[in-house]
């Protein structure tokens, strides 16, 4: 008897709103393209080993950010960095072979990120963003955990008028939604 030949299932998960933009007066929204996140949490005395590990200085500082060759960190607590790599490294393993004590857990398929840019970017964010994003207060670099409308995001100031907003993959509809809607009363 000849054996059937067996026909093999292949899936390809596409990126939570890929492609998506949008532009109103003054600002532009874009998804950006997927990127290797870890949520990172390390005591004080194992920070140079962890940032040694990553090729980035894990920020100290409140409200602070670290950006080389790609990736970038960003200070959420006293312990802890969501580190975000754009350039197609791997965080979570650079992490692996550092004996200091710390927790690194890969978040890439739990986030989505955006691009909020234009001269009304930061008055687009504060439709729904209770922190101050005026320059003065929110200088390029600066980031926080803060909430958009009815969720938690992280926005890192990436230049004057640009922003980076990530957000769980779950509310990135909502998000992608308040954001635009916000960019249309901003322009008005």
Known sequence: MAKAAVKTATATRAPALAGRDFSAT???????????????????????ALS??????????????????????LWLGPDEWLVIDEAGGDPLADCAGVKALHSAVGVS??????????????????????????LAAFPVGACSRTV?????????????DAFRVECWRSFSDYAFAFLSQAAVDAAA
């Open 26 to 48: 003054g600002v532009k929204l874009a998804v950006l393209a997927p990127a290797e996140r870890i949520s990172l949490r390390a005591p004080d005395a194992s920070v140079a």
């Open 52 to 73: 040694k590990a990553l090729g980035v200085a894990l920020p100290k500082a409140p409200k602070t950010s670290a950006t080389k060759g790609g990736r970038t960190a």
């Open 109 to 134: 398929h739990r986030n989505v990120g955006f691009s909020v840019t234009g001269t009304a970017a930061a008055a687009t964010l504060n439709a729904g963003c209770p922190q101050d994003l005026s």
């Open 148 to 160: 958009l409308g009815k969720i938690e995001v992280v926005i890192l100031r990436t230049g004057e």
